[in-house]
């Protein structure tokens, strides 16, 4: 079971139950560790992906950040998840991410849905 599993689990896509959010996204998470006797260690967020790609040459040297929104960012978590598995690693994760992300420009740099 992935950490997302039991972040669902806990929120109550299949009990039912709720999930009231009621700190930082780490005193929840300590939180849900605590109920479900389980370790997360890794997580990732719109923010630090953000930060994350401005790592990734493709983005800065032409200035194509600025262009992107926070529902890109967050389907570009949503599409490296679902490509991820157990033995994926933080960069081939990261990796996922630039993909999705370089793949939503055209060859001139411009938003492939603005055009």
Not at 74 to 99: P, V
Request: charged fraction near 35%; charge should be negative; aromatic fraction near 16%.
């Amino acid at each position: 079971m992935y950490a997302n599993d039991f972040i669902k689990a806990e929120i109550g896509d299949q009990s039912g139950k709720t999930f009231e959010h009621e700190g930082s996204l780490w005193e929840d998470i300590k939180a849900i560790e605590k109920k479900w006797k389980c370790k997360i260690f890794e997580y990732c967020d719109v923010e630090e992906l953000k930060e994350r790609m401005e790592d990734y040459a493709y983005f800065v040297d032409n200035m194509l950040i600025g262009k992107l929104n926070d529902k890109h960012f967050q389907e570009a978590l949503d599409y490296a998840y679902s490509k991820a598995d157990c033995y994926t690693n933080w960069e081939d994760y990261m990796d996922y991410c630039h993909d999705y992300l370089a793949d939503l420009f055209d060859e001139s740099g411009k938003l492939k849905e603005d055009t």
